[in-house]
């Protein structure tokens, strides 16, 4: 029989995943070995339980010009993970090359290093996916948040909640997401803090929850006061210096308050601190990994203030990978065997070499280079030679990848958003949600030597995200739908450049694309036929109403109601719309 050494490494024997214990048929050896080879692969498991532990997935989010370049870049600095500020906002889509599309696909280009940005602090894995934020590419960000465990949404306390944070905010709901909130630019004159609190709970609807609290505003900002921590930590208007000035005041009714902060801010504080914690519940950990309730930090992303208190307190309370849901019902990042998916594409790294690189976010066990994994829709074993993640602002080919983590596959045109990979399971993860879009234009072929062309790239580019395809008969009359004007530009320029195909673009009078589900085959099919050119099929065949006024949309749900109408592909039985 075989004898094994008796220290030799599990990981050796069972490859990095054990599977069942080997057990011999003879002799008392057997009982040895079997247990040998059983407490292996507990403390593989343990390992691999560590490993998931310490991870923290999480995307920043807002509307644009709230401060989330400045924040990230901030939280890399806190983090150290980089020394000098500027990496994260040079390779940021600048609001002014909206008419420069070629220079906004060269800023894209270079942003791929900041899509994911990983860094160590307090014993954390801490990896931040970048979320674009010029409005054309909300689309990506919606995607990314679907391969998030929480977000930080940051708030300009001078806006206020803004409509895209709100559609944001939508998205993270649709999941349970559990929400951070930065107000920041407090050093400028904004909304008074409890009139922000209230506005961010009636429009977020979610219950809110101050960690720290501001000391004043604008010209009179002096600090934020720590709520759990009773400390207050004093503001100095400075962009490369991090404030070292935290004073503990257990109680509130110290003189040395005044001396600090002068009599009138400091009763001000107390009159404050009095009213939120009269108002406000006692922050609860499981609330917010319910989310139910967001807890709200300020500060001034800017001058480095209030980004410690809100990187600490996110390393302790943020939630480590979560369980994902398949159509097989729910996997958890502790299973020992490696599942992730596809939710997002990175295309024209190279235009010469229509590069791709597909972000895979790992839901479980742990990932191998050079190892065979199932891509369950197309039934195929794939393997990657050059696996990378990203630290900071390079690219690192990886060996491995634990549940929680996102890593950058080249692809040559396997994937499609939404894809699994498995390590033999036929599950599949449940989709991205795709959400209709807001400009609908009907795709004029210029050339029609060239249709197999436009044909394949128009499919491609849908299959990347680009855009979504809607397909209308008779006639195969194809629609493009997109968020931003911005993407046509980007569709346009990539059929000619990498399909030599050319087009133009007919605008089309929709409002809002809606799916449609029924258990009332008949009536889907009556309704296919009555409305005629204001339906289609999105690129996975699915029927949909493309409904030209809100008007027409609520006509059409109050006269069916037979069928169901869903603003996005997660088909909740609460997606109904209007
Ligand atoms: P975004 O990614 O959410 O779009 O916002 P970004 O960080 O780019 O910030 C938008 C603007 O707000 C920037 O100014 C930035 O410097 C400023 N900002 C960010 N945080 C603070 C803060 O705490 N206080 C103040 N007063 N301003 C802040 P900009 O003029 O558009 O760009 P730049 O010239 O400073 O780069």
Redesign the pocket.
């Known amino acids: 029989m075989n004898v094994l050494p008796v220290n030799y490494p599990a990981v050796h024997y069972f490859g990095q995943n054990p599977k069942q214990p080997v057990t011999f048929t003879t002799n008392r050896l057997q009982i040895s070995v079997t247990y040998y080879f059983c407490t292996a692969k507990k403390s593989f498991m343990s390992a691999l339980q560590q490993e998931i532990n310490k991870r923290k997935t999480f995307a920043i989010i ?11 870049e901030k939280l890399l600095l806190f983090g150290g993970a980089i020394q000098v500020a500027g990496a994260v ?1 040079n390779n ?1 889509i600048k609001k002014t090359a909206a008419s420069d599309f070629m220079e906004i696909e060269k800023q894209r280009g270079i942003s791929v290093a900041t899509s994911v940005m990983t860094f160590e602090y307090k014993g954390k894995l801490v990896n931040i996916l970048d979320t674009p ?1 010029h409005k054309d590419f909300a689309e990506d960000t919606y995607r990314t948040l679907s391969a998030v465990d929480s977000v930080i949404l ?1 708030i300009d306390a001078a806006s206020g909640v803004e409509s895209q944070t709100e559609k944001l905010m939508e998205v993270c709901r649709m999941r349970d997401t559990p929400v951070l909130i930065f107000v ?5 004159e904004g909304h008074d803090p409890f009139i922000l609190m209230d506005e961010l709970e009636e429009k977020l609807s979610i219950k809110v929850k101050p960690m720290t609290w501001p000391i004043g505003m604008g010209q009179r900002f002096k600090g934020v006061y720590n709520l759990p921590e009773k400390g207050v930590n004093l503001f100095e208007a400075d962009k490369q210096r991090i404030s070292k000035d935290i004073i503990a005041i257990k109680d509130l009714s110290s003189s040395r308050l005044n001396e600090i902060i002068g009599d009138a801010a400091a009763d001000q504080l107390r009159e404050d601190i009095e009213l939120v914690e009269g108002v406000y519940d006692d922050f609860d950990k499981h609330e917010y990994e319910s989310a139910r309730v967001a807890p709200v930090f300020f ?5 480095n ?1 209030g980004v410690q208190e809100l990187l600490d307190a996110f390393v302790n309370i943020a939630p480590e990978p979560q369980p994902r849901t398949t159509d097989h019902g729910e996997v958890k990042p502790d299973d020992e065997k490696f599942s992730g998916f596809i939710f997002k594409i990175h295309a024209n790294i190279d235009p010469r070499h229509r590069d791709r690189i597909a972000f895979l976010r790992v839901c479980s066990g742990r990932f191998e280079r050079n190892t065979f994994y199932r891509h369950v829709r197309q039934g195929k074993k794939i393997k990657f030679s050059n696996p990378y993640s990203f630290m900071a602002r390079s690219k690192e080919v990886v060996d491995d990848a634990y549940a929680g983590d996102v890593i950058g596959l080249y692809d040559t045109g396997n994937f499609k958003i939404g894809d699994t990979l498995t390590e033999g399971e036929d599950f599949s993860y449940k989709g991205v949600p795709v959400f209709s879009p807001e400009i609908f234009r009907e795709v004029i072929n210029k050339d029609p030597l060239k249709t197999k062309q436009l044909d394949k790239g128009v499919r491609q580019l849908t299959e990347e995200g680009v855009a979504q395809m809607f397909t209308q008969q008779p006639g195969n009359i194809k629609i493009v739908g997109t968020v931003g004007e911005l993407q046509f530009e980007v569709i346009k320029h990539r059929l000619e450049n990498e399909y030599g195909a050319s087009c133009e673009f007919r605008p089309k009078p929709f409002y809002k694309a809606v799916w449609l589900t029924t258990d009332n085959e008949a009536k889907l099919k009556e309704f296919m036929r009555i409305k005629g050119r204001n339906v289609g099929y999105d690129k996975d065949d699915r029927p949909v109403f493309l409904a030209e006024s809100k008007f027409l949309l609520e006509t059409a749900v109050r006269d069916y109601p037979e069928i169901e109408f869903h603003t996005n592909t997660e088909f909740k039985t609460d997606a109904q719309t209007v």
């Not at 920041?184 to 400028?188: A, I, P, T, V, Y």
């Not at 500060?299 to 001058?303: D, E, H, M």
């Open positions: 807002s509307h644009p010009d709230a401060g989330k370049t400045t924040l990230t906002k940021k934020g940051v920041n630019k407090l050093d400028r500060g001034s992303a800017l001058n203030f």
